[in-house]
């Protein structure tokens, strides 16, 4: 048995490499990400999907809603285990005013043991999505291909865990905007497919 999972990062969004949005409300995907969720939609028309799912957050919705309206899908679902991770004191941080504080510089060193203040660890998110995939795909036919829409640290977390990558190892890769990171699971294990396919440019 094997179900094929597409982890999809969201489009460019108003924020992007400005501040730490997290799990803000009110965050839109921005004009250059709403071409990039089209884009990203047209290069998947061919592929049939089982079910699409996505974080509940604005961008991931945007989206999911853009994949689901070029291949004729029905209205993607949200699911809670796909949010980002839980970013507590530092959201809406720009990123200027976290470089340098001893917190962010031990997260981005530290990711499976550090903790954000007032927030996840890294660990706890995996936990979240790796569950949710694993719960997915014993409960899907055979052959099944789902799509998660979600944030870029979800998916390094959960390719992390499929690949038994050290969490302080996750940055040492990226996920782009409107890309696609592809993971086959069963009754067998799992394997990584592709990682941070660009198909919106």
Do not use: K, Y
């Given at each position: 048995?094997t179900?094929?999972?597409?982890?999809?990062?969201?489009?460019?969004?108003?924020?992007?490499?400005?501040?730490?949005s997290?799990?803000?409300?009110?965050?839109?995907?921005?004009?250059?990400?709403?071409?990039?969720?089209?884009?990203?939609?047209?290069?998947?028309?061919?592929?049939?999907?089982?079910?699409?799912?996505?974080?509940?957050?604005?961008?991931?919705?945007?989206?999911?809603?853009?994949?689901?309206?070029?291949?004729?899908?029905p209205?993607?679902?949200?699911?809670?285990?796909?949010?980002?991770?839980?970013?507590?004191?530092?959201?809406?941080?720009?990123?200027?005013?976290?470089?340098?504080?001893?917190?962010?510089?031990?997260?981005?060193?530290?990711?499976?043991?550090?903790?954000?203040?007032?927030?996840?660890?890294?660990?706890?998110?995996?936990?979240?999505?790796?569950?949710?995939?694993?719960?997915?795909?014993?409960?899907?036919?055979?052959?099944?291909?789902?799509?998660?829409?979600?944030?870029?640290?979800?998916?390094?977390?959960?390719?992390?865990?499929?690949?038994?990558?050290?969490?302080?190892?996750?940055?040492?890769?990226?996920?782009?905007?409107?890309?696609?990171?592809?993971?086959?699971?069963?009754?067998?294990?799992?394997?990584?497919?592709?990682?941070?396919?660009?198909?919106?440019?």
């Amino acid at each position: 048995m094997t179900v094929t999972f597409l982890l999809i990062r969201h489009a460019a969004h108003i924020d992007l490499d400005q501040r730490l949005s997290g799990r803000l409300s009110g965050v839109p995907l921005s004009a250059a990400g709403m071409e990039q969720a089209a884009a990203l939609g047209r290069a998947l028309a061919n592929t049939s999907f089982d079910r699409i799912e996505c974080s509940p957050l604005e961008r991931t919705r945007q989206t999911a809603a853009a994949i689901a309206a070029a291949i004729g899908a029905p209205a993607p679902r949200e699911a809670d285990a796909l949010i980002e991770i839980d970013m507590g004191d530092w959201t809406g941080a720009c990123f200027a005013d976290l470089a340098g504080q001893t917190a962010w510089d031990q997260w981005n060193r530290e990711r499976g043991t550090a903790r954000i203040p007032g927030g996840e660890t890294m660990a706890e998110a995996q936990a979240r999505i790796a569950s949710h995939m694993r719960e997915i795909a014993a409960t899907s036919p055979d052959g099944a291909t789902i799509a998660l829409v979600t944030h870029s640290d979800m998916i390094r977390a959960a390719v992390a865990d499929v690949i038994g990558l050290p969490l302080s190892q996750v940055v040492r890769f990226a996920i782009d905007p409107a890309s696609v990171s592809r993971v086959a699971m069963g009754d067998w294990g799992s394997h990584l497919h592709s990682l941070n396919e660009r198909l919106a440019v």
